[in-house]
């Protein structure tokens, strides 16, 4: 499936369906949506809060209900990861209005539900608050939104090939702990033929360790075409040596392609990487072979 690349003035839906956010910095995600020329949606309770979340199960339920239905907008995007999207994508309509979605961290979840429920692809990409503060990254969005060529000229290099190959496959997953929060659910992540993406934030080695084991012995692995790692964050490290080394000794007797070191996830400046297009991994790169705009 692919989307018609948006206009000026088109209507973008923002929805909260993870974590609080702080109002100004979304405040200016917003102001500076509204100066590439587009129209931001959202609703008057969107910066709720309870606890860890972004408002109540109900509330966010049904927001999120009510963007993926709504045929005013072809594209959602989000305020802010954190956590919450796994306590309501149990309440997705049977039906959405086909659409764009575009957010990353705990929309891992949401983003992996809409594709393997609905067939529907997304991208693995900024949100509002973290990100569309910062104008770069909102000017990037509108190119992303209006060139359909964009992803011809994006390129997805990875700073160190740490097992070489050739594959092709779907591309799924996104942030390691929400990929993992997912096994033994209804919505447990599909990786039969899969091209996986990984990253995380804030991760121990350890428990990176740890999660790429749990990987393996579930069998989650034995079947991906290969493997793309993003950022995992430490500090002020977008890419930190000891979590490398954890995935180069955990993934000795791997098999298939692994890329370590594309700048995607959790950093200032995230590319954009689709979840349900095909794409290659060959000579160090991830290439999208199919459009997502038209």
């Known amino acids: 499936m692919s989307f018609s690349h948006l206009e000026t003035g088109d209507p973008i839906l923002v929805a909260a369906p993870a974590g609080p956010f702080k109002k100004d910095l979304f405040l200016q995600g917003i102001k500076n949506l509204e100066k590439i020329g587009f129209q931001p949606k959202y609703r008057k309770d969107i910066a709720s809060q309870k606890k860890f979340l972004a408002g109540t199960d109900q509330r966010r339920s049904q927001e999120i209900i009510d963007t993926l239905t709504d045929r005013s907008s072809r594209v959602l995007l989000f305020a802010r990861g954190g956590y919450g999207c796994q306590r309501i994508v149990e309440n997705l309509p049977p039906k959405i209005s086909p659409k764009l979605l575009i957010g990353s961290s705990d929309l891992t ?31 990037i969005l509108k ?4 060139d359909p060529h964009y992803f011809s000229k994006q390129k997805l290099k990875a700073k160190k090939i740490i097992r070489p190959g050739k594959a092709k496959g779907t591309i799924v997953g996104g942030c390691l702990s929400l990929v993992i929060s997912t096994l033994k659910t209804p919505w447990e992540i599909d990786t039969d033929d899969k091209i996986l993406l990984l990253e995380d934030t804030h991760e121990a080695p350890y428990k990176v360790d740890r999660m790429l084991t749990q990987l393996l012995q579930s069998g989650k692995l034995s079947r991906v075409k290969a493997l793309v790692l993003g950022t995992f964050r430490l500090k002020e490290t977008s890419f930190p040596k000891e979590i490398r080394d954890v995935v180069e000794e955990r993934l000795k007797n791997f098999s298939k392609p692994v890329l370590w070191g594309i700048p995607f996830g959790h950093c200032p400046h995230p590319l954009y990487v689709p979840i349900g297009l095909t794409g290659e991994v060959s000579e160090g790169q991830l290439k999208i072979l199919d459009n997502i705009l038209i």
């Open 143 to 146: 190119k992303v939104l209006t």
């Open 109 to 139: 979840v949401l983003l992996n539900v809409v594709w393997q429920k609905y067939h529907i692809p997304s991208l693995y990409g900024p949100m509002v608050a973290p990100h569309f503060r910062d104008e770069k990254n909102a000017k």
